[in-house]
């Protein structure tokens, strides 16, 4: 039978029959599967509001919680909040003193020309000056820095509920920069120290004053260094705290304040060309003079009497010493307590009783937690051999 043959061409064509019908049957089936599908889920993201007790139910079960952030972090307000509080011990001061001043501008040669001297023709002047600091003890007393209130003829301090009061200039130490002036008040917000050794580069600070008379204000940043220097080279060791809260003329004498509202510097210096370099002296200084100052107590110092530079690389080399931080001794005071020891130029301090002497700065600091007439034992090298130094302290002359 040929291919072509009718019955052949006829049960071809019922065979493709049955298979269309039966396609066109499976697409219909599908469609309707599907299409019955997108409508459901269609439905339920266009669901009807539940009433408002199956969402408190809900909300009871499953309740949303803020995980607890961790001591000193940064809530929200928490800032507001520390100067809120603590602003409340922040003082403006402003005081008065007496400077003399030449009339002409002219230099000493001209003033003898005419047979005159220039201080025959100067004037004495009033200069107000303003600054801050804060209470530190509820009845009346401020801390604040020296500069603030020297050689002042008059002292006002002004709360921060707009009272006024005349200052009286307690105690003074000019090496440290600090004083303290007593108002006649009682029940006073007083603020609380904190401990300026535990204070970390990177810990929040915040800074309240008076800078150019803009009474309490508030400023923050972090602490961006330790052990920095004002005198000479400010990459040389010292005991400064650098912030970069901003600090201005006024903020001298306020508080440098960590997270926890406690105060860890004292505010006292800025480099005026710089940004956000300022210096707060460490409160763990202030603490261990300010009994002294409230009672007006002279202040003294304990001394070794000598000056110093850092053990290096290089120098540990040159000497011999296998120590690769210490202080060196440059000079020795005549008639100091280092001379009557035996302490000579070129020793290597490398202890002091059971302190290892990292640096400059540690060695002064040990120093400075003793008093005059204490006996320090200090482990030195000299001519490649190490022995022990007894020093007696002695009290550090005025000049």
């Known amino acids: 039978m040929s291919l072509d ?54 909300e009871t079960v499953q309740p949303i919680t803020v995980a607890a952030q961790p001591s000193g972090y940064m809530l929200k307000d928490s800032i507001a909040d520390v100067a809120e509080r603590v602003g409340r011990a922040v003082v403006n001061i402003d005081t008065k003193r007496t400077v003399k001043v030449s009339p002409m501008p002219f230099g000493d040669l001209f003033y003898e020309f005419f047979g005159m001297r220039q201080q025959d023709i100067s004037r004495e002047v009033e200069v107000p000056a303003i600054g801050s600091g804060f209470i530190v003890k509820t009845d009346g007393y401020v801390l604040t820095n020296n500069h603030v209130i020297e050689g002042a003829k008059e002292i006002v301090v002004t709360l921060a509920d707009g009272r006024k009061f005349d200052g009286k200039a307690m105690g003074r130490d000019p090496r440290n920069d600090l004083a303290i002036v007593k108002i006649e008040a009682k029940n006073l917000p007083a603020v609380q120290l904190g401990d300026s050794d535990k204070v970390r580069p990177g810990d929040f600070a915040i800074a309240i004053g008076n800078p150019y008379g803009l009474q309490h204000t508030v400023t923050a940043g972090i602490i961006s260094g330790l ?23 006024g903020n001298s004498g306020g508080p440098l304040i960590d997270i926890d ?11 005026p060309q710089a940004q956000g370099l300022g210096f707060a002296i460490p409160v ?3 603490k261990s003079v300010m009994d002294d100052l409230i009672s007006g107590k002279k202040i003294t110092y304990p001394w070794i009497g000598i000056q110093l530079q850092d053990l290096t690389t290089q120098l540990s080399e040159y000497f011999g010493v296998r120590e690769k931080s210490g202080a060196v001794v440059a000079y020795v005071y005549p008639n100091s307590p280092a001379e009557k020891s035996g302490l000579k130029e070129g020793d290597i301090i490398l202890k002091i009783g059971d302190v290892e002497i990292k640096n400059i700065t540690k060695l002064q600091d040990e120093v400075r937690n003793r008093k005059a007439g204490d006996k320090v034992v200090l482990q030195v ?12 302290l002695g009290e550090m002359p005025d000049e």
Not at 261 to 271: D, E, F, P, Q, S
């Open 284 to 286: 763990n200084v202030a």
């Open 227 to 249: 052990a920095r220097s004002l005198d000479g080279d400010p990459k040389e060791p010292g005991i400064y705290i650098q912030t970069d809260a901003a600090i201005n003329r």
């Open 261 to 271: 509202g406690k105060v860890v510097g004292i505010n006292t210096a800025i480099i």
């Open 5 to 58: 043959s009718p019955n052949r061409r006829k049960k071809l064509f019922i065979s493709y029959v049955v298979v269309a019908a039966v396609s066109v049957l499976i697409t219909w089936l599908v469609f309707l599967y599907f299409g019955n599908s997108g409508e459901i889920l269609a439905a339920t993201n266009n669901l009807p509001e539940e009433p408002a007790s199956s969402v408190a139910v809900s």
């Open 381 to 392: 090298w000299r001519n490649k051999n190490y022995m022990l130094i007894t020093v007696v």
